[in-house]
């Protein structure tokens, strides 16, 4: 029986090692290469007192794209699926969209007509969107979530999500790094999630917004949602969400796409260490390939090191 104890013994031994070490590692689905060494070294030294880049923890603020860098985006914004399914469920009430542009390319599923017009998803979303209070959309976007299903992976939306970011994420907030998602997405779609799927609370949330009206209904107050854009945050307007809603420019910022570019300039303009990141989407085999080189190219051709990039699996 020694032996057989013995094995126990070593096998428990081992186990107990490789659990060490995985607690002992921040980020132990990232591949040990630049970036994932890169992130470690600037989180150390922002946050080690008494380095010449220490930083205070009220000010070590990071903010994230969400679409493509926090969860997929293929083969279309899951937000705008939402918007699609929309259309289809209240079709019924407006045979109007028969006829009008872009519903008319949805009920005669013509996704490349919809898809060529570049204003169609902000127009469809503030359309679609319009007319609900705000409490009826959460509850219209939560039983959505709950039920709507990817077309590739069959996974619900809010499994779509990238487990080297939610690692990052936790590693940021261990080390008194206040999050931030700042996406082109709806803000009042994401806020429906983003607490529950990232530990983002919804006051940390910026995003594209529709303009509201408030009212008063059997004697309750109410925000109404109206089919008209408030805010795109999104290019140049990223910087400009991040000043108007979060009040402290960000010491890291993380995107994947050339929306992402003004945020992540936005971030290295400030004084101080400092860290910018683009996601990189190299594996098709578990998730897609696909790569946007235009940020890259602009960060060079401005005379600026291209950020570190990382390529991501699903969770």
């Known amino acids: 029986m020694k032996p057989v104890r013995l094995t126990a013994c070593a096998t428990l031994a081992a186990l107990a090692i490789t659990l060490s070490a995985r607690a002992a590692d921040p980020l ?20 080690k007192e008494g380095s010449p880049d220490f930083v205070k923890p009220e000010e070590r603020i990071a903010t ?40 008319n390319y949805i009920l005669a599923g013509d996704m490349k007509a919809l898809l060529a017009d570049e204003k169609s998803m902000m127009a469809l979303m503030a359309l679609s969107h319009a007319g609900m209070t705000t409490d009826d959309f959460n509850k219209i976007v939560k039983d959505w979530l709950h039920t709507a299903k990817h077309p590739k992976t069959g996974r619900l939306y809010t499994q779509m999500i990238y487990q080297p970011m939610l690692e990052l994420l936790a ?6 790094f206040k999050t931030f998602i700042v996406s082109g997405g709806g803000v009042e779609f994401m806020r429906c999630f983003a607490e529950q799927t990232y530990g983002i609370p919804p006051q940390q949330v910026v995003g594209s917004s529709s303009k509201m009206k408030y009212e008063i209904r059997d004697g309750k107050p109410v925000l109404l949602r109206l089919p008209e854009v408030q805010f795109v945050d999104d290019k140049q307007g990223k910087p400009i969400g991040i000043e108007v809603f979060i009040g402290r420019r960000p010491i890291a910022a993380f995107g994947n796409s050339d929306g992402d570019q003004q945020m992540l300039e936005w971030t290295m303009g ?8 683009i996601v990189h989407h190299d594996d098709a085999e578990r998730e897609w390939a696909y790569d946007r080189s235009r940020m890259s190219e ?9 950020p570190p990039k990382v390529g991501l699996s699903l969770a």
């Open 28 to 47: 132990p689905s990232w591949n040990d290469t630049a970036p994932k060494k890169a992130v470690i070294a600037f989180v150390e030294h922002v946050t």
């Open 64 to 103: 994230f794209d969400n679409d493509g860098t926090l969860w997929a985006e293929q083969p279309i914004y899951f937000q705008f699926q939402f918007a699609i399914d929309r259309v289809k469920a209240l079709a019924s009430r407006h045979p109007e969209w028969k006829q009008q542009p872009p519903f």
């Open 171 to 176: 590693y940021l907030r261990a080390n008194g």
């Open 270 to 277: 400030g004084s101080g260490a400092r860290f910018v990141f």
């Open 298 to 306: 602009d960060w060079t051709r401005h005379g600026t090191k291209p």
